[in-house]
């Protein structure tokens, strides 16, 4: 008779607790989740802006060009003092680009054209989207466990390019 007793202890609070929990965890939301809503189609549509300088007529000019590429790495064309890409180095296997690194880079590199008589003409940024991704997530509200709270994130992946057209006169 004891065991059946030590038995029938060691179960009991068991399905108690098995009760309670049962009684206080919501029943599944019948039906649907909401629908995702649509993203318009301007969300993924490039975008392009330049602002340029007015030209001089009747001088030839050398041009240099400095590109940023999606906050990576910047691309020189022609080569600058012998370089043709300049990139953060990494401080470690899994992080990722310093950008005040970068950005001090592009600017050195700016000021130095500046200083070797280089002439900002031209600045043209563009943005092209890649993809959008959707999330949903449920979220159940203590005081009302049959009414969920949905939240729904967008993110949007793009590609930035940011150009600077320099030139000088070629002298004769």
Not at 63 to 91: H, S
């Amino acid at each position: 008779m004891k065991p059946f007793i030590r038995l029938f202890s060691l179960v009991l609070p068991a399905v108690l607790l098995g009760q309670l929990a049962v009684a206080q965890s919501p029943n599944p939301v019948r039906g649907r989740h909401p629908e995702l809503p649509k993203l318009p189609d301007a969300a993924l549509q490039p975008v392009a802006s330049t602002t340029k300088l007015p030209a001089a007529n009747g001088v030839r000019y050398q041009y240099q060009q400095v590109r940023l590429y999606n906050d990576q790495c910047i691309y020189l064309a022609p080569a600058w003092r012998g370089n043709t890409k300049l990139a953060p180095k990494k401080a470690g296997l899994f992080s990722g680009p310093d950008l005040g690194e970068l950005d001090g880079m592009l600017l050195t590199t700016l000021n130095e054209l500046a200083e070797a008589g280089w002439e900002l003409v031209e600045v043209q940024t563009s943005v092209q989207p890649l993809k959008a991704t959707q999330k949903q997530e449920t979220t159940l509200a203590y005081n009302d466990p049959q009414q969920p709270t949905y939240t729904t994130t967008t993110a949007l992946e793009s590609l930035t390019q940011t150009r600077y057209l320099l030139r000088r006169p070629i002298s004769k």
